[in-house]
């Protein structure tokens, strides 16, 4: 994994994403929300199974592709939502999910977009693209709280 001088990382394999999400998860605030953005098959899904690892998430962590949303009880206490908003045609669908009352420790959510309005402000986002060799990321944050976490991260 490198870093250039903004917040531009390239991350070469898997070990390289879940080194990534190991840093993000070690200091992540609670309540954190973040948005994760990407083409299908940017690695969206493979970074939320690696942070929800690192989180102490064992058994499976399944895509929330058709369920849209899967809650995972975190040892530490709380839990923490990992979101799928691709299969929604209109942000209103959010509604359903039994979300307004929602205390997660973490907001994972992939495919923001379709949910605007109705979610959490993100303090991150994140973007991925397929690269030559590996994934490119980008690093945004969107609120003090995430300009804080990425700079004790060593991201920002």
């Known amino acids: ?9 390239m991350l070469d394999d898997a070990e390289a994403t879940a ?5 993000l998860a070690a200091r992540q605030p ?3 929300v973040v948005h994760l953005h990407g083409d299908l098959g940017a690695g969206k899904s493979t ?4 942070w929800l690892r690192h989180l102490g998430v064992t058994g499976t962590v399944r895509s929330p592709t058709y369920t ?8 530490t206490g ?18 359903f999910l039994g979300l307004d009352d929602a205390q997660a ?15 959490p402000a993100p303090d991150l986002d994140i973007d991925l693209d397929i690269a030559e060799q590996g994934r490119s990321v980008r690093l ?7 300009r804080r976490w990425l700079a004790d991260a060593g991201l920002g």
């Open 140 to 146: 945004q944050a969107r609120s003090a709280r995430g």
């Open 78 to 95: 709380g839990e923490a939502l990992h979101l799928d908003l691709y299969r929604i045609g209109d942000p209103g669908e959010l509604e």
């Open 105 to 119: 420790v973490l907001w994972l959510v992939e495919w923001p977009q379709r949910g605007q309005g109705a979610l």
């Open 1 to 9: 994994m490198t870093l250039d001088a903004g917040h531009e990382l």
């Open 47 to 50: 970074l939320a199974r690696a």
């Open 19 to 23: 080194a990534l999400a190991g840093r």
């Open 68 to 75: 849209l949303v899967e809650r995972y009880p975190l040892a």
């Open 30 to 32: 609670v309540g954190a």
